[in-house]
């Protein structure tokens, strides 16, 4: 995994800044912003947003990598979301497991940037 992204997932884990539910049984999507904007599970974490916005300027980056460089707080948040999410990822995932994780800045309809993290466990 690259030493940037692997910044701000640490950054990320410092900060224990978390979400309770999934996007789809296989992905952990985490939407940040330097201020608060009218969006379903925003994170108003101004540091992670400018190092998104940094890491993913103009277009989404996506790195697959090892679950093992994933650190276990990702992987720990995906099965705490739900008895589903839990059983689902043991079913799925072994050491040998990849993950694809993607880095992008949006705008919303009232101009926000939004900056997204997303984790997908498996397709």
């Known amino acids: 995994m690259k030493r940037k992204l692997r910044n ?4 990320v884990e410092e900060h224990g ?3 309770e539910t999934l996007i789809n049984p296989s992905t952990l999507q985490l939407k940040f912003a330097a201020q ?4 379903d599970d925003l994170i108003v974490d101004s540091e992670v947003f400018q190092l998104l916005k940094l890491y993913a300027p103009d277009e989404a980056v996506s790195v697959t990598a090892p679950i093992t460089d994933l650190p276990k707080f990702f992987q720990k948040m995906f099965q705490k979301t739900s008895a589903a999410a839990a059983n ?3 079913k799925h995932i072994t050491e040998n497991s990849e993950i694809t994780v993607t880095v992008e800045l ?3 309809a009232e101009h926000h940037d939004i900056g997204i ?3 997908q466990f498996w397709k």
């Open 8 to 11: 701000i997932l640490q950054v």
């Open 106 to 108: 949006i705008t919303d």
């Open 36 to 39: 608060p904007a009218f969006v």
């Open 88 to 90: 689902d990822y043991k």
């Open 17 to 19: 800044d978390r979400i």
């Open 117 to 119: 993290l997303t984790i």
